[in-house]
């Protein structure tokens, strides 16, 4: 299971995380809860849905939010940041997108980005999703932990 081998890595490590969840709206924050022992490693995690809290939560700069809209790599990768700022974590991971059925912000749904930074590493991830919309949500809780895993244990 994805969720148990990166809270195992990060714990060899000696490294805690955080998690920012938008379109996942706190499934990427259950994978890894379901894994017993997952407090020795998470810290917290913050679901940020709307675009403004993501300024306002996570530190993600607002000029950029307004520029280019929440689904975006550089939004991923400062959601990341901003969380583990906030919950003080030493791997942030980010997931953001349009998990459909209507467009946001002129993006298409399906579209997705995941973010991992570490002490060591970062890394954002595109994603274009053909799926309903759990599919898409789904697709990204697997992708954000995929990419935690490579970083962390990789």
């Not at 706190?26 to 994978?31: D, I, P």
């Not at 939004?75 to 901003?82: I, L, N, Q, T």
């Amino acid at each position: 299971m994805t969720a148990r081998r990166i809270l195992e890595a990060a714990g060899r490590h000696g490294w805690t995380i955080g998690v920012a969840e938008s379109l996942t709206g706190g499934l990427v924050t259950a994978a890894l809860v379901e894994v017993p022992g997952a407090s020795s490693v998470l810290r917290g995690a913050v679901v940020a849905y709307a675009t403004e809290l993501k300024a306002t939560l996570l530190d993600v700069d607002g000029d950029l939010l307004a520029e280019r809209g929440a689904v975006d790599p550089d939004v991923a990768r400062a959601m990341a940041d901003g969380v583990r700022r906030a919950t003080g974590a030493d791997v942030g991971l980010a997931t953001t997108g349009v998990a459909g059925p209507e467009p946001q912000d002129g993006r298409p749904p399906g579209l997705v980005y995941v973010a991992v930074v570490t002490p060591a590493a970062a890394a954002v991830r595109r994603l274009d999703v053909q799926a309903d919309r759990m599919g898409v949500r789904t697709a990204a809780v697997g992708a954000v932990l995929g990419l935690a895993t490579e970083l962390v244990d990789g």
